[in-house]
């Protein structure tokens, strides 16, 4: 079983605040990820990180920023919340591995409101 | 640019029956296949990784399968139980890149 954790796992928040999404693995991987998922629909790829230092944005345009100062952690911040970035938030995470291809293990997701 | 599509959307079954969800790339040129499962308003788990140089995988109700050549995986659930009730997910890491390609996914409902 795969530990990923990500906390608070609901947030419901006011337009304007600062939010910051945490996101902890403990099983020492390189890469991680975070996704962005409405309701019914598919995922799509803000941010991802191949170690410490190292962050990419990913396919969909976001208004976020994330760090990754530690292996085992990486923070999504919000500067500025909008009822626009109400969503889930998926984080995951995944071996370097052979070939730079391994199996992706995801957190249980943080829920966003923004009113 | 790698493409993936799962068919059917969704699939209404009653409990016990086998079936199969099929998903379709279109670059060949993939390093393994990943199928997961999602219920409502959860995270992914995984259910079974296939390797590129691999045709198949079970993990015990589950059988995946993988033909490179034709751009496809089958996930195949056998006796299927209403506990399967969720979206079921297929997932290919993109070539030279450290991303992940998912597909849109098949909502499953197995009915008791």
């Known amino acids: 079983e795969a530990d990923i954790y990500q906390t608070p796992r609901y947030l419901v928040i006011g337009t304007g605040k600062k939010i910051t999404l945490e996101c902890s693995q403990t099983?020492?991987?390189?890469?991680m990820y975070w996704y962005q998922q409405d309701p019914g629909m598919e995922l799509h790829l803000i941010h991802y990180?191949?170690?410490?230092?190292?962050?990419e944005k990913g396919d969909l345009s976001s208004e976020s920023t994330v760090s990754r100062i530690r292996t085992e952690h990486f923070p999504l911040t919000l500067e500025s919340a909008r009822p626009s970035h109400t969503s889930q938030y998926l984080c995951?995470?995944?071996?370097?591995?052979?070939?730079?291809?391994?199996?992706?293990?995801f957190g249980p997701g943080t829920r966003l409101t923004v009113l | 640019k790698q493409e993936v599509t799962q068919i059917p959307a969704a699939l209404s079954v009653p409990e016990g029956e086998n079936l199969v969800l099929n998903c379709s790339f279109t670059d060949s040129a993939i390093y393994n296949l990943q199928w997961f499962r999602q219920d409502p308003g959860k995270g992914l788990t995984s259910l079974l990784l296939i390797q590129s140089s691999q045709r198949e995988q079970t993990s015990g109700r589950l059988n995946a399968s993988l033909d490179k050549s034709s751009g496809r995986s089958t996930l195949y659930i056998a006796a299927s139980q209403p506990g399967d009730s969720a979206t079921y997910l297929c997932a290919v890491p993109t070539s030279g890149t450290y991303k992940y390609i998912f597909g849109t996914g098949t909502r499953l409902k197995v009915l008791a």
């Open positions: 099983m020492g991987h390189d890469k």
């Open positions: 990180s191949y170690g410490v230092n190292s962050t």
């Open positions: 995951a995470s995944s071996p370097l591995g052979r070939g730079g291809y391994n199996e992706q293990f």
